[in-house]
């Protein structure tokens, strides 16, 4: 869900596991891509479901990842994506061992970005204008939703309350972490 703390929560989790945070969004904006591509993304939609998966997914398997823990944000968000991404965490030597959900209500998300707005920050982002913040929210609730589910059904998913102050956040992804890694 955008603003809902993702890339903050990843970066923190990627210094306390010695691993590295990979962003969909981050890793798009920074390729080449197709101008459908970029309109998709400059008009706040998720990115075509075959190029998003040729232009992130070969990043999981480079060798500086190796041997590390992967901390992904914003990747497989698609329905359709989640299989090929389990698929290609596992050949790429980082199987999934958890999703981590921040579930922020819609309300939260527009008092943030108006936050945002006010404190800049977030480069200028073409999604990040009112009209295309209720594109993302749509996205988020016709596409991202059912991948949620699918992670859930596969007893790979950790629901946090994203509304909680940074820290206790942090705190409760790690807590639920640990409980994954004595079972």
């Known amino acids: 869900m955008p603003y ?13 596991l010695d691993g590295h945070l990979l962003g969909g969004g981050e890793i ?20 075509p479901t075959q190029e998003y998966i ?45 999703v981590v959900f921040l579930n922020l209500k819609e309300s939260v998300v527009y008092e943030r970005w108006e936050v945002a707005q006010s404190a800049g920050g977030r480069d200028n982002r073409a999604d990040d204008e009112k009209d295309k913040l209720a594109v993302r929210l749509a996205e988020f609730r016709d596409k991202t939703l059912p991948v949620i589910e699918y992670y859930r059904d596969q007893g790979l998913l950790i629901e946090i309350d994203a509304s909680q102050h940074v820290i206790d956040v942090t705190r409760d992804i790690i807590d639920a972490l640990n409980q994954i890694s004595t079972k």
Request: charge should be neutral; proline fraction near 5%.
């Open 4 to 16: 809902a703390g993702k890339d903050t929560q990843g970066h923190l989790l990627a210094e306390q």
């Open 28 to 47: 798009l904006r920074g390729s080449t891509i197709t101008p459908a591509g970029r309109a998709a993304m400059e008009a706040g939609e998720l990115f």
């Open 54 to 98: 040729n232009t992130v997914l070969p990043y999981l398997s480079r060798d500086e990842f190796a041997g590390k823990p992967l901390i992904l944000s914003s990747v497989g968000r698609w329905h359709g994506e989640e299989a090929g991404v389990l698929q290609a965490c596992k050949q790429s030597g980082h199987p999934v061992r958890a």
